[in-house]
């Protein structure tokens, strides 16, 4: 499976048969259509689309959901619902913008997450500390930081105080994450930083 970074909080899942578009923006949808995006999980404000007449499904609502080989969980939370998104057997959750201090209860519910995607927002130390205690409490496999706009110089920008949260002393980017099955438990989270693909 592979993950790609298509702006603000939104990844595209390459399944082996499947892709899935999660937590779109209005860029990353246009760019998740351009990839012919069979799946959107969506946030709050939308309906479920589970028999389209054209284009892909959408699943919004929380629930649990098979779709063309895809597992789909929904926890409902009082700002919305956060998905864990299941793909050739890598789990993925996408917390994106949602408030982190609200969410302690439904933590245990989200099970093993081998990939979490959370936003660092504007770089605040305050949100860098918020994320590096999910990352410790949910403990994945690779954290991919998202929700923040790289810097056109080269420096850290907006991740720095999220890499001096999480231990990273040079911060490099990658096109893509490759991951093949899931990475069950480990002992030490991954930082992975993608490259913005608009």
């Known amino acids: ?16 048969e499947t892709r899935v578009l999660t937590d779109p923006t209005n860029a990353g949808a246009e760019a998740g259509t351009k990839a012919g995006v069979e799946i959107v999980v969506a946030g709050a404000g939308v309906e479920n689309v589970l028999r389209p007449e054209s284009g892909p499904q959408v ?5 649990e959901y098979e779709l063309r080989g895809v597992s789909l969980r929904g926890i409902s939370l009082p700002v919305g619902p956060v998905f864990v998104t299941e793909v050739d057997e890598v789990t993925v959750c996408n917390f994106g913008e949602l408030p982190l201090g609200t969410l302690e209860d439904a933590l245990d519910s989200l099970g093993v997450i081998d990939v979490l995607a959370v936003s660092v927002g504007g770089g605040t130390p305050a949100r860098a500390m918020e994320v590096a205690q999910l990352v410790a409490r949910l403990a994945p496999a690779v954290v991919i930081p998202v929700g923040y706009e790289p ?3 080269g420096t850290p920008g907006q991740l720095g105080n999220f890499a001096k949260e999480m231990g990273v002393v040079s911060i490099t980017s990658q096109p893509k994450l490759t991951l093949s099955g899931s990475t069950g438990g480990v002992e030490n989270t991954r930082v992975v930083v993608l490259d913005l693909r608009r």
Do not use: H
Not at 1 to 16: S, V
Not at 59 to 63: D, F, L, Q, S, T
């Open 151 to 153: 810097a056109a110089d």
């Open 59 to 63: 699943v919004a609502r929380p629930g």
């Open 1 to 16: 499976m592979e993950i790609t970074w298509l702006g603000g909080d939104t990844l595209l899942l390459r399944g082996r």
